[in-house]
């Protein structure tokens, strides 16, 4: 590389707290720590709170040098990709988190469907008609979808250039905080919590999880807690309906918790006082919340869906075959078998070494360098 291009970090919008948002910002941290010009362009961001953060014209006036690397974090549709793809005289690099399949969305949020048949159609424009120079997915399942759509292998201009590189996973803002006592509280009311960390909407399984905690009743007892956090938006306030409708049916209405809208204390007290994670979402590109409940010491139960095998490696059980009395049996199993408990919070330490700051920094930074400018 002669001398070093300036990187625009680009998306529609960056939320701090969000999975694509802290990928971003703290690919920004490794970038810029790695002696690159970085600046930041997203058409919805906090103006205080972020370093190098740049106008829709200043954006346009970087992309107009010849040594520039654009680099989008796509996850959603962008009415200005075009846009920004027309004005880079330079490299255009894109980073693919993957977008839910609108059938998911179907029976509760006709504006969820639309935006996501949108983005899936802006990916189709991507992979069929302008390749990017280079791709990143967070996973090699996301490489998979843009192969799918594309209708080749070819992901890239050149078809060199492509790498899996996870998304940054932070669990700082989650340690070295004072419990939520409300929450302590609330976990105390069972010896067996069991959480899932995860927006509240229907590819997130929750249905399953449901099933599993009636099934764990029937073949070991009414011990346990189920608790949902994740944020609920507007359109999916009747699948929330429809999930308390199923926990009443299914008589275990009062050990189902909901908590919505939790900041890194609330959702730092869950991973420390719950006893498993399980996951059971069917379609996931990567599934940060099954690292962070790794690196907070939590063993860790899944469903062998997308994404979700892969990112938890050695570090959990993974079950291939959803059958509910098998689900309850592995949570029975963490829970009255110390020595596995031990061995799986020991495996999901080395798993998530995987995903160490250090290490995805040095990934980002070494495929940046090997682009010729």
């Not at 529609?12 to 971003?24: F, K, Q």
């Not at 006036?61 to 793809?85: C, N, Q, T």
Request: glycine fraction near 8%; include cysteine; aromatic fraction near 8%.
């Amino acid at each position: 590389m002669s001398g070093k291009p300036i990187i625009l970090l680009a998306a529609p919008t960056l939320a701090i707290h969000d999975a694509i948002g802290r990928d971003l910002l703290i690919g920004q941290r490794a970038l810029t720590n790695a002696g690159f010009d970085v600046k930041v362009y997203a058409e919805h961001a906090p103006k205080t709170a972020v370093d190098g953060l740049v106008s829709k014209s200043e954006a346009l006036k970087i992309l107009a040098r010849k040594d520039s690397i654009l680099l989008y974090h796509m996850g959603v549709y962008w009415h200005l990709l075009p846009e920004l793809f027309r004005a880079c005289r330079g490299k255009v690099v894109i980073k693919y988190h993957n977008m839910t399949p609108p059938r998911f969305f179907q029976n509760y949020d006709l504006q969820s469907v639309a935006a996501t048949k949108l983005g899936l159609d802006q990916v189709s424009w991507l992979m069929k008609s302008h390749l990017p120079d280079a791709m990143i997915g967070d996973s090699e399942f996301n490489l998979s979808d843009l192969r799918t759509i594309a209708g080749s292998n070819k992901l890239t201009k050149s078809g060199h250039h492509v790498s899996v590189i996870a998304p940054f996973v932070s669990v700082d803002d989650l340690k070295d905080k004072a419990d939520d006592q409300a929450l302590v509280g609330i976990t105390k009311k069972s010896k067996l919590n069991v959480l899932f960390v995860g927006r509240v909407v229907p590819n997130k399984g929750h249905s399953h999880l449901l099933a599993t905690i009636k099934s764990y009743e029937q073949l070991y007892g009414p011990d346990i807690q189920l608790i949902i956090c994740g944020g609920l938006s507007p359109g999916f306030k009747k699948y929330k309906e429809d999930l308390l409708k199923l926990s009443e049916l299914g008589q275990i209405s009062a050990k189902v918790i909901f908590v919505h809208d939790a900041d890194g204390r609330k959702l730092g007290t869950l991973y420390r006082h719950c006893q498993a994670f399980i996951c059971m979402s069917e379609h996931e590109g990567f599934c940060v919340p099954v690292i962070e409940a790794q690196m907070m010491g939590l063993p860790v139960i899944a469903w062998d869906q997308a994404a979700v095998a892969s990112t938890a490696g050695q570090g959990g059980i993974i079950l291939k075959n959803l059958n509910y009395d098998v689900f309850a049996t592995a949570i029975h199993r963490i829970q009255s078998d110390a020595k596995l408990r031990q061995d799986l919070i020991s495996l999901g330490h080395q798993n998530a070494q995987r995903f160490s700051e250090q290490k995805l920094a040095n990934e980002l930074v070494h495929f940046i360098q090997s682009l010729q400018i």
